[in-house]
């Protein structure tokens, strides 16, 4: 059974930077497309950023200049570098993984970790 978990989450302030990381345990993590997503108090879930098995990246529109992800194949992780932090990032940030077997397409989530930004 394939474990994401995701960890740093907490308050901070606005205009402060954090980041966020995504474990996987899965034996050929390398073959996973990661992604962050968010949702808001009362606001469907939205994507922030995804990175391909290749290391391509895609952003949401609230993340674009502001926010990189990136993966760490040797550790099993991806993280999410977000700077310049405003109340609207608030939000419980999910990771998920998502592989190709064969015809199908797997998909696998972390619970989430709560994220608020506010002074």
């Known amino acids: 059974q394939v474990r994401v978990v995701e960890s740093g989450g907490g308050l901070v302030q606005p205009g402060g930077s954090l980041r966020l990381s995504c474990t996987v345990s899965?034996?050929?993590?390398?073959?996973?497309?990661m992604g962050w997503y968010r949702q808001a108090p009362g606001e469907e879930r939205e994507l922030v950023a995804r990175?391909?098995?290749?290391?391509?990246?895609r952003y949401g529109d609230p993340a674009k200049g502001r926010f990189t992800i990136s993966r760490d194949n040797a550790k099993n992780t991806v993280d999410l570098q977000m700077n310049s932090l405003e109340p609207e990032d608030t939000g419980v940030y999910s990771c998920?993984?998502?592989?190709?077997?064969?015809?199908?397409?797997?998909?696998?989530w972390g619970q989430g970790t709560q994220r608020t930004v506010s002074s």
């Open positions: 998920d993984a998502e592989r190709n077997i064969g015809d199908a397409i797997v998909v696998y």
């Open positions: 899965a034996s050929r993590f390398r073959l996973y497309a």
């Open positions: 990175i391909t098995i290749d290391g391509d990246t």
